[in-house]
Structure formats: C-alpha cells, structure tokens
C-alpha cells in the first residue's frame, strides 16, 4: 500500500509500571459532570442526562510537556479531570459491567477556550473550535485498575504556579462512572484505547504564558503542563 504522504504516528500513553503504552483511539468528554462547576459558568445541572464532546487523539499531551498559548484566544483556561481508559470493548454495557471494560486511570487536563466557547455557546453552535484543537488533551501516565482498583472518592487539585485554583473530590461527579460507561455505549461501540474525561469541578480559571500547572487526583496520580509563547504567525 502506498500512501500521499506518511500517516501520522499513533498517540499513546505511557503506563505506570510498564514499559508498554496505551494507543489512543478516541476522546470522548463529560460536560457538565460537577454541579459547583456548571453552577459557575451560569449553567443548569442535567442529572438525568449526561451531554458529550470530543477532542482527537491528535491532540494529546504528554504530562510536563511544553505547549505554546494557543491562537484565537485571549482566556485560556484549565480543567482537570480524572480520565478512564477503556480496554475492553462493548455496545449497550450494562452499567453493573461497566468497570470490567475498564484498563486504568488518569489525570487529564480538558484544556478550554473559553471565550470562544462563550461565543459559540451563545449562538447554540459546536464548541468544536473552544475544545477540539492542538494540545487540548493532556494526560498524565495511565495507572492501572489491576493496580489501584476502581477509585469512587479522592480529593482532586490544581494549582497554577502553585496556587490553589481547583479542589474538589471525584466522589461529587453527577454522572458516576459507571453511570457514563453505560450511557455512553448506547450511542458508540466503545472500543480498546478509547479515553473518557469525566469533567471537572469548580475553580476553573486562566493561564498565560510563563504559567505552570500542576495537578493531583488522589490514588490516580498527578500531572503537568507548561505554558509556552503563542507561535509566531
């Protein structure tokens, strides 16, 4: 097979204790997914209904990476979340299942315009352009269920040049996980290497160049990011 030109590598992530990585398929996002959370953005809760985006594989981020501020923004803002791996697939899950298609867990950072995710909100059009762009899916080496279990409580927290700007527990999600991996494989045939950001609470905020964000879910692990100057045009 010949191809125009060089297909792209494979996005995967390191796991911990292992020399061996997780190839990403898919990203899939919660929206809305801690009520503190929806609350500040001037949001309603769904507690029925969880709602999703998606960010290419593409455009994962290794943790203590580098990224350049990204163009098209002038609020540029952080969220963290705790991730799920899925390595085991299946179509219309039932949710007392869930967790046996479960490989790991992870730190995430959903990486957020949000002006423009204002803006096209406002005119009820897809955030696409506000969350699916270059470096906007970070993640953090994944730990494996094997390892750590099923983690239904931890304190989660962010902080930006070491201050404080997020500090909840995962035990506040809406939509727990289970909840999500059933729900979610009603619509998709979920599939080995697909990774779901469950949300993120309240505290989200924004950073500028020079920033470096560090973050902790409790028995999952932590995470990194450096924010670089925006590319010269």
């Known amino acids: 097979m010949k ?14 204790g292992s020399d061996e990585y997780f190839p990403i398929r898919r990203i899939f996002c919660v929206g809305r997914n801690y009520e503190a959370h929806a609350k500040e953005l001037g949001n309603a809760v769904d507690r029925e209904t969880p709602f999703y985006f998606t960010k290419a594989a593409a455009h994962y981020v290794p943790s203590g990476a580098t990224v350049p501020y990204p163009p098209g923004t002038a609020n540029y803002h952080h969220e963290l979340e705790l991730v799920v791996a899925i390595g085991k697939g299946g179509f219309n899950i039932a949710e007392a299942q869930a967790l046996a298609h479960v490989f790991g867990y992870a730190c995430g950072l959903d990486m ?7 803006s096209l909100r406002e005119k009820k059009l897809s955030w696409d352009l506000a969350k699916d ?14 390892a750590i279990g099923h983690p239904v409580t ?27 991996i059933a729900h979610l494989s009603r619509f998709y045939h979920l599939q080995p290497g ?16 020079g920033d470096r964000i560090e973050g902790m879910i409790e028995g999952v692990g932590g ?3 450096n924010i670089g100057a925006a590319d010269s045009p």
Do not use: C, K
């Not at 762009?133 to 094997?146: G, I, Q, Y």
């Not at 697909?194 to 160049?209: A, H, S």
């Open 194 to 209: 697909d990774l779901i950001f469950t949300g993120t609470p309240e505290g989200v905020g924004p950073v500028i160049p």
């Open 133 to 146: 762009f270059e470096n906007a899916a970070v993640v953090a080496a994944l730990a494996p269920a094997s």
């Open 3 to 16: 191809y125009l030109f060089a297909p792209p590598a494979v996005a995967s992530v390191p796991i911990l």
């Open 112 to 118: 957020t315009r949000r002006d423009l995710q204002a």
């Open 154 to 180: 931890g304190r989660m927290e962010l902080r930006v040049n070491g201050d404080i700007r997020q500090s909840s527990d995962i035990g506040m999600m809406i939509h727990p996980i289970p909840a999500l």
């Open 223 to 225: 995470i990194a990011l």
